[in-house]
């Protein structure tokens, strides 16, 4: 482990191996150092949120996609915090409140040196992917917002769902969900939402978020209830559950179905510049895709897509909580100071993780 010049150390929630959940460990690792002070800025954390892919990277299931740069590897992405250093370059001053999904460094093309994640006191964050915290939310709010955020936007925008338009969501009480039911109802306009959760306070949920029509999915297939001749079609299906097979059954001709999890494709791969040969030996073209193959004979779409860095577009997202087109949804708060297994980290984890949140589970760092 690199240490600081001056032997600065800060708290962290890390791991020195890949694993199940329990080689998460409270670790002291070296305060931020070795970075491009220009265009970096350090944030003081205030809270941070999990997601799915942190299980993924802490698994070793991503090792060819993300490598861990370094171990102990600070956990987590999505951040919302105080400017505690601000870049030399000036874009952002110290004291401001500031929310981000930290991307490493895309300036120089490869993460800076000491890149660790979110879930330390302290973080490091380049300045394309920094924007001020929407002041009507918490830290704890703002942390749950990035990834899941940037991801439902970019997934709507490059289904060019417009007014009028009708969308399947599938997974709609996840962090993903959440986000997309309100921005497809309510800042793209969509006439028709309907996703799938499970009954009940989930359901209930989605409906409060904006969804028309909400399936129980542990009963009813939508594929009975849309597929046919006779059932309603969509004109774009967003898929968070890995079920964008089905989707052919029930979309528009001409509509469109983009999908956020399952096995990449090829070509997605290679535009987010993922090079691992392993990977590519098994992730298949679009073209060669099953799904691919059913949604082009409704002639209609098909398309993987991972989340890019944009500030822009998390500009756009802060716009949206600020005038409550949007808001954010949190499954709970769990403290970082507390190693207790319920209220603590680990509780927070252990819920992110057993894939049940509704919404999502943020670490809060200060009282
Ligand atoms: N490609 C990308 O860039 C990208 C970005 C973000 C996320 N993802 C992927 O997208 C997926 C969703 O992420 P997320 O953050 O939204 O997950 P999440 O928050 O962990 O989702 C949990 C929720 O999903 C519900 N759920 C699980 N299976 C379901 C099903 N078959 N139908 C309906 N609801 C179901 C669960 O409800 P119940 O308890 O009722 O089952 C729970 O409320 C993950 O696979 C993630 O890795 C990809």
Not at 217 to 235: A, C, I, L, Q, R
Not at 236 to 257: H, P, Q, W, Y
Request: proline letters at 4%; glycine letters at 10%.
């Amino acid at each position: 482990m690199d240490n600081h010049p001056d032997g600065k150390t800060m708290n962290s929630i890390a791991f020195s191996k890949y694993g199940s959940p329990d080689v998460l460990k409270k670790t002291s690792v070296s305060y931020p150092h070795g970075f491009d002070t220009r265009s970096n800025v350090v944030i003081k954390v205030h809270a941070s949120a999990i997601n799915p892919v942190d299980k993924g990277l802490l698994s070793g299931d991503y090792k060819m996609v993300i490598p861990v740069a370094a171990f102990p590897h600070v956990i987590s992405y999505d951040v919302a915090g105080v400017v505690e250093e601000a870049d030399l370059e000036g874009k952002f001053s110290v004291g401001q409140p500031v929310f981000a999904r930290l991307f490493g460094s895309p300036k120089d093309g490869k993460k800076t040196p000491w890149y660790r994640g979110a879930m330390a006191e302290y973080c490091v964050a380049d300045t394309s992917n920094v924007v001020l915290k929407p002041e009507n939310l918490t830290f704890e709010e703002a942390a749950s917002i990035p990834l899941v955020g940037l991801t439902a936007l970019q997934v709507l925008k490059s289904s060019r769902l417009k007014e009028g338009d009708s969308i399947f969501i599938s997974g709609g009480a996840g962090g993903v969900g959440t986000m997309a039911i309100q921005l497809a109802k309510h800042v793209f306009k969509a006439k028709l939402v309907v996703t799938t959760a499970s009954e009940g306070e989930k359901a209930d949920l989605c409906k409060n978020l904006g969804a028309d029509v909400v399936l129980d999915y542990k009963t009813t297939n939508f594929e009975e209830v849309y597929g046919g001749d006779s059932g309603e079609k969509f004109d774009v299906c967003f898929d968070t559950t890995n079920e964008s097979l089905g989707m052919a059954n029930i979309v528009k001709e001409g509509g469109r179905i983009v999908t956020i999890a399952g096995m990449s494709t090829l070509e997605e791969l290679r535009r987010i510049g993922g090079t691992a040969w392993i990977l590519k030996l098994f992730v298949k073209r679009r073209m060669k895709r099953k799904e691919y193959k059913a949604a082009r004979s409704k002639n209609a779409d098909w398309n993987y897509q991972f989340l890019s860095p944009s500030q822009a577009d998390l500009t756009t997202l802060a716009n949206h909580l600020e005038s409550g087109m949007i808001k954010p949804v949190l499954d709970g708060v769990w403290d970082f100071h507390s190693d207790e297994e319920e209220s603590g980290w680990k509780g927070a984890f252990n819920r992110s993780f057993s894939g049940r949140a509704k919404g999502k589970c943020v670490v809060k760092f200060e009282q």
